[in-house]
Structures are given as structure tokens and as C-alpha cells.
């Protein structure tokens, strides 16, 4: 009795001590599913944002697509512009036929 006591709790501790590196190993794959689905890794945010955003805010189109935003592969991770920086902004202005842009 006291041997098969012995082999649970060693099998135990095996299990206990492998299920982060398992963890670990799933997460990774997610990063590299996100580099695979994002060209030029990380894409640069073009429009502005204040630099006080947090996540959420960025979820608020990010998450559904309001007015066109693409959808975050990764909506779970809400510090955005620890990877994604400011790039150039476009303009979102329509021109009217006829006027001259600057």
C-alpha cells in the first residue's frame, strides 16, 4: 500500500511540475499563428491615438469592425502599442469633386 502511495504522489508531482511547459508550448504557437496572419509584423496603428489608450479602447472597434477597423487576432492582449506603433496617418476625409487638396 505504501508503494503504490509512493507512485501516485511522484506521478503527481511529474504532472504538477510538466503543466506549465505545456502551458507555455500553446502559447507560443499563438504567437507565431499571429505573426503568420499579420504582414509586416507588428502593423502600425494608422490613425491617432492618445498614448494613454489602453486596450480596451483600441477593442472598442478592433473587437467588432466599427467603420471598417480589421479585426484583432488576439483580442485578449491590451497593451497594443507595446507592440504596434504610429505610423502614417491616413487621411479619412472625403474629397469632394472639384476641390483641391493641400
Do not use: W
Not at 507555455?24 to 499571429?34: G, P, V
Not at 479585426?71 to 491590451?78: A, G, K, N, V
Amino acid at each position: 500500500m505504501k508503494i503504490l502511495f509512493n507512485c501516485c504522489t511522484v506521478v503527481a508531482l511529474v504532472v504538477f511540475l510538466a503543466l506549465p511547459v505545456v502551458v507555455s508550448a500553446d502559447e507560443a504557437n499563438n504567437y507565431a499563428k499571429d505573426a503568420e496572419y499579420a504582414e509586416g509584423t507588428p502593423p502600425m496603428i494608422p490613425h491617432r491615438f492618445k498614448d494613454t489608450s489602453d486596450g480596451e479602447y483600441c477593442l472598442g472597434c478592433h473587437r467588432t469592425g466599427v467603420k471598417g477597423a480589421p479585426l484583432s487576432p488576439h483580442p485578449i492582449r491590451l497593451s497594443c502599442t507595446g507592440c504596434h506603433g504610429q505610423g502614417e496617418i491616413k487621411d479619412v476625409t472625403p474629397v469632394k469633386k472639384g476641390k483641391k487638396t493641400k
